[in-house]
């Protein structure tokens, strides 16, 4: 299993333009999650889905749109970026059931992105 | 006021110590609490988890929970230059639909 899976690593963006950010999971995991990370700051969870056609608001949503119509695909929509956008963005899945499943949250690698 | 509260260090140890790693946390509505270890430009990791008060050992690794103060705290025991990494505490109400991160704490275990 391949896990976890984000496109692209890296990217720089522009005041104003648009980008997606993918993730994908192979684990059959009903519960996904979107997050960004700023230097010295934890995570804060921007937007995140029960299951697929299931989405609903983080911490941190303006600015951010997510569509979710697979189990396995959870894409990202920056719309009109801003520099405030700069971060490290980690999409994670869950099972959401079992003992220890309910807890765990399998994490990708993660997509820095700057926008200048 | 932050939901979840933690030091960022940097905290820097020698092999063999015992680390203590601590967050508060505000809402009483927590009941699950988590442990993530992070590595430098990698995604956090699960390393503990555990349910409403108590403590949990596993390995070199203690997790307790004090609901009562709104305190829980990551012990690790003859600690390893591998250990060295963030590690994040995190925590959920009754669903698992959100999880509040704190923002970490830095450790570096010197040989």
């Known amino acids: 299993n391949a896990g976890v899976t984000q496109t692209p690593k890296f990217r720089i963006l522009k005041i104003g333009q648009s980008m997606t950010l993918q993730c994908t999971q192979d684990m059959n995991h009903n519960y996904m999650y979107w997050y960004r990370q700023d230097p010295g700051m934890g995570l804060k969870l921007i937007y995140y889905?029960?299951?697929?056609?299931?989405?609903d608001k983080g911490e941190v949503p303006n600015g951010y749109n997510v569509s979710r119509s697979t189990t396995e695909d959870f894409p990202l929509r920056l719309e009109l970026a801003a520099p405030s956008q700069t971060s490290v963005y980690f999409c994670a899945s869950s099972s959401g059931q079992g003992r220890s499943g309910a807890y765990e949250q399998y994490f990708g690698p993660g997509t820095r992105l700057t926008v200048t | 006021q932050k939901e979840v509260e933690q030091d960022p260090g940097p905290l820097s140890v020698p092999e063999g110590a015992i680390v203590s790693l601590n967050c508060t946390y505000s809402n009483s509505a927590f009941q699950y609490f988590m442990w993530y270890r992070q590595y430098s430009r990698k995604g956090p990791e699960l390393l503990m988890y555990t349910y409403s008060s108590g403590n949990k050992e596993d390995g070199r690794f203690t997790a307790q929970v004090d609901k009562s103060s709104k305190y829980i705290s990551l012990f690790i025991r003859d600690s390893q230059p591998s250990d060295s990494a963030t590690y994040l505490c995190?925590?959920?109400?009754?669903?698992?639909?959100?999880?509040?991160f704190g923002s970490g704490t830095k450790l570096n275990v010197k040989p």
């Open positions: 995190a925590m959920s109400p009754y669903n698992f639909n959100k999880f509040y």
């Open positions: 889905s029960v299951g697929a056609g299931i989405t």
